[in-house]
């Protein structure tokens, strides 16, 4: 053992130093040298070794030979720990550029609910159902936490055996994991929100889906049984029920020329204030050529050509009236009829003017360009049926047979039939009509 240690330390002495006493005798000490330059000092500092004494000097060898092989065991060992801490940094950086393209590939689009479904990227950690998206990233959470731990404990091993354990290394996948865990609060909280908008977004198309299918219902019913109902063509009344702009009924025919015109109709209406705007006809240039409109706290009125007549008309009482207007271009005379008595009449309504041909002629909203920009406030509210337009001014007694159920004359120019009426809007409808008699006042 001393020839050994000796020729270890002769090994680590160099060339250029030597004894302080060259013939002084062994005192059982040794020494290290090392290499100084020939013009610097000639004294060679010298650094003792522990003395080895004759006893025990084995198991000191032992110790050296303990501690080289517990360093080596140890310098592996934190390779082999920083081999794994890269492994989870590269995972974790992974995931959070999945985290990261997944959030931008979800943009959530509304158009795009009743299409196909959006698939997106959840880092094969989460589910691609919100439902079950929070139990599943706390599972991550979880997972990620454990392999902190397991790092940690790694940590504790190397420090145990004397090994530092990399404190840049430590700070960094701290960073890391808090990076991590505030994208998958900011995930959950755009999960949470999504699943929120897609609640409100079902429920509303739900409930348009109930009333589009009450619809079809109700107007399958109405063509079943339409045939039976409608004792005659022109046997139906026209259903208004709400104050909306989108709510009416189009006459797929237009009036020609005309000097002279009769318009009467079946009217029931119990809205307030003001029944709306029952009949209205518009031309390119003049939106307001021919209307019948009740607005507001204000009676009646005609309009032709925008010049207004106010009519002596009352049929706010919720029940059925028969209304007939006359007027010719002549002075702009006109006469007002309700249930076959004349209530009324004047002149001067736009004289001398002709009613323009190739308009548009609707039912329930007054138009301010043709055929459409509808006002909500505006709009009749009620049930209209047998609307009929002559080119003449009818005689009271022929409007007095109508009103009491005596006879039914069609309109010359626009014939009630329901082939002619179309109907637009959800809630609008077609029905059939009730018997004459049953429509008049003292019924």
């Not at 731990?149 to 808090?178: I, K, M, T, Y």
């Not at 029940?319 to 207007?325: E, G, L, Q, S, Y």
């Not at 076959?340 to 041909?357: T, V, Y």
Request: aromatic share 6%.
């Amino acid at each position: 053992m001393f020839s050994l240690l000796t020729t270890f330390l002769l090994m680590l002495c160099t060339p250029g130093c030597r004894h302080r006493a060259s013939g002084q005798a062994d005192d059982g000490k040794r020494y290290i040298c090392r290499a100084v330059p020939l013009v610097g000092d000639s004294g060679c500092p010298v650094t003792l070794l522990p003395e080895i004494g004759a006893v025990g000097g084995g198991g000191q060898e032992e110790e050296l030979r303990n501690t080289v092989m517990q360093l080596r065991e140890t310098i592996v060992m934190q390779k082999e720990s920083i081999s794994k801490q890269l492994v989870t940094i590269n995972e974790l950086t992974t995931k959070l550029s999945l985290c990261g393209s997944s959030t931008d590939d979800r943009k959530y689009e509304k158009g795009a609910l009743w299409g196909g479904q959006v698939k997106q990227n959840t880092m094969g950690d989460v589910p691609r159902d919100p439902n079950d998206t929070v139990d599943n990233l706390g599972k991550t959470m979880q997972g990620l936490k454990d392999r902190l731990e397991n790092l940690e404990q790694q940590q504790l091993r190397a420090n145990l055996s004397g090994a530092p354990f990399p404190s840049e290394l430590r700070e960094l996948l701290q960073r890391r994991l808090v990076e991590l865990e505030k994208q998958l609060l900011r995930k959950v909280d755009n999960l949470e929100e999504e699943k929120s908008v897609l609640t409100n977004v079902t429920a509303e198309y739900q409930l348009k889906t109930e009333n589009t299918l009450n619809e079809l219902v109700d107007r399958i019913s109405e063509l079943e049984k339409g045939g039976e109902d409608y004792k005659s063509a022109e046997q139906f009344k026209l259903c208004l029920p709400q104050r909306t702009n989108y709510l009416f009924g189009r006459v797929t025919e237009s009036l020609p020329e005309m000097y002279a015109f009769t318009l009467c109709m079946w009217i029931k209406s119990r809205a307030t204030p003001g029944i709306g705007t029952p009949f209205s006809y518009g031309v390119p240039g003049q939106a307001n050529e021919i209307v019948l409109i009740e607005w507001g706290n204000n009676p009646m009125e005609l309009l032709i050509n925008d010049k207004v007549a106010q009519l002596p008309l009352d049929v706010r009482d919720g029940r059925w009236h028969h209304i007939c207007i006359s007027w010719t271009t002549r002075d702009g005379q006109w006469e007002a009829f309700q249930d076959g008595e004349k209530q009324g009449g004047g002149d001067n309504l736009a004289a001398w003017h002709p009613i323009k041909p190739g308009g548009v002629i609707i039912l329930g909203q007054e138009q301010d360009v043709v055929g459409g920009r509808f006002d909500a406030g505006q709009a009749f509210v009620g049930e209209l049926s047998q609307v009929n337009v002559w080119d003449r001014l009818l005689k009271p007694a022929e409007i007095q047979s109508m009103a009491n159920c005596t006879s039914y004359l069609p309109g010359n120019v626009i014939s009630w039939l329901a082939a002619n009426v179309e109907v637009f809007g959800r809630g609008a409808f077609k029905r059939p009509l009730e018997m004459c008699q049953e429509r008049l006042p003292n019924n």
